[in-house]
C-alpha cells in the first residue's frame, strides 16, 4: 500500500513536472539548467501543497528520491537528444536518403561534419579549464587529477573498453 | 550499513560478470543492473520489507547507470584518458584523424550497421526500416523540445 502511495506521488510529480517544463521551454527564454531545475523545484512545491491535509505527505521523502530519480533520467533523455553522438548519425539522414562514408562525415550533425563533434567536445572541456587548447591540447592540472579519477572509476566498474 | 553492503555486493557481481563475460558491453551491464534491481526489491519485499532501500535502490540503480554510460561512451571521458595516458600534447588534427575519426566516429557507424540501424549498399549507406522508425520518433522528440540538431 505505501509503495503505490508513493508511485502515486512521484506520478503526480511527474504528471506536473513535464507541463511545466513544457510551459516554460515554450513561454520562457531561460538557460537549459533554469528550464530543468526550476519545474522540478515548483512540482516538488505543488506535491507538497496538494498533499498537506492528508497521510500521504508523510511519504513524501520517499517519493522525493524517487522524482529525484526520474529527475535524473529526464535529464539523460534531453541530453541524449540533445548530444547523442550515435543518434546524430542517424540524423544525418534527414535530408539524403543515401550517403556514401565520406558524405556522411561531412553531413553529420546537420552538415556540421564528424570534426566539428570533436573541437565542440574540446572547447567544452577547455572552458572547464581541463584542458589547454590551441593547435595542440593538452590536459591541465585539473585534467590530470580528473583523469586519474575517471580511470580509477572505470577500474571500480571493470570497464575494459569504450563504446 | 546495509546500503554500503548492498554498494560491495554489487560492484563484486559485476567484477566477477566483467571476468567471466567474453565482452562485457553497455548492453550487459545493463541487463545486470534491471535483474539486480528486480532482484533486490524482491528480497525487499519478501523479507526486508524497508520502502526507503526501494527508493535508495532506485536511485542507486539509475545513478550507476548512466555514470557507467558516461565512462564507457563519452568522447570527453575518451579525450582525458588517451591524453593522460600519452602524457605529452597531441595535435589536433593527427588525433582527429588517427583516433577520433577510426576509434570513435567509425566504431559508432558499425555498431550502427552491426544492430541493423544502417545498411551498406554500393558503398553507400542507407538507414534501413528499423533505423527508418526511430528517425521519425527522434524527429518528432527533437521538434517537441525544441532541438534543432543533436551531436
Given at each position: ?49 496538494l ?47 543515401k ?11 546537420d ?53 | ?49 524497508n ?22 561512451r ?12 600519452k ?7 593527427n ?26 549498399k ?8 528499423r ?21
Amino acid at each position: 500500500m505505501t509503495f503505490l502511495q508513493i508511485i502515486l506521488l512521484s506520478s503526480l510529480f511527474t504528471i506536473i513536472f513535464i507541463i511545466l517544463h513544457f510551459a516554460i521551454l515554450y513561454l520562457f527564454s531561460f538557460t537549459k539548467t533554469i528550464q530543468t531545475v526550476l519545474p522540478f523545484i515548483l512540482s516538488n512545491l505543488i506535491c507538497i501543497y496538494l498533499t498537506r491535509d492528508l497521510v500521504i505527505k508523510e511519504l513524501f521523502y520517499s517519493s522525493f528520491i524517487i522524482n529525484l530519480t526520474i529527475l535524473i533520467v529526464y535529464v539523460e533523455f534531453l541530453l541524449l537528444m540533445k548530444k547523442g553522438f550515435t543518434l546524430s548519425i542517424i540524423t544525418s539522414f534527414k535530408k539524403k536518403k543515401k550517403l556514401s562514408y565520406n558524405e556522411l562525415v561531412k553531413n553529420y550533425a546537420d552538415g556540421r561534419g564528424a570534426k566539428w563533434i570533436l573541437l565542440n567536445r574540446l572547447g567544452g572541456l577547455s572552458k572547464l579549464k581541463i584542458i589547454k587548447l590551441n593547435k595542440k591540447i593538452k590536459l591541465n592540472t585539473l585534467g590530470s587529477f580528473l583523469s586519474i579519477l575517471l580511470i580509477f572509476l572505470r577500474k571500480v566498474f571493470a570497464i575494459k573498453d569504450f563504446g | 550499513m546495509l546500503y554500503i553492503l548492498l554498494i560491495f555486493i554489487f560492484l563484486v557481481i559485476n567484477l566477477l560478470l566483467s571476468n567471466f563475460l567474453k565482452t562485457y558491453t553497455y548492453e550487459k551491464f545493463f541487463i545486470y543492473i534491471v535483474v539486480y534491481f528486480v532482484l533486490i526489491n524482491l528480497v525487499n519485499l519478501a523479507y526486508i520489507k524497508n520502502i526507503n532501500l526501494f527508493t535508495y535502490q532506485a536511485l542507486f540503480s539509475v545513478s550507476i547507470l548512466f555514470l557507467y554510460s558516461g565512462l564507457y561512451r563519452s568522447i570527453s571521458v575518451k579525450i582525458m584518458i588517451h591524453l593522460y595516458l600519452k602524457k605529452a600534447s597531441i595535435n589536433v588534427d593527427n588525433f582527429y584523424k588517427n583516433e577520433f575519426k577510426k576509434n570513435s566516429f567509425d566504431k559508432r557507424v558499425k555498431i550502427l550497421v552491426d544492430n541493423g540501424f544502417l545498411k551498406k549498399k554500393n558503398k553507400h549507406l542507407i538507414l534501413s526500416q528499423r533505423g527508418k522508425k526511430y528517425l521519425k520518433i527522434f524527429n518528432i522528440a527533437q521538434q517537441m523540445y525544441k532541438i534543432k540538431f543533436s551531436g
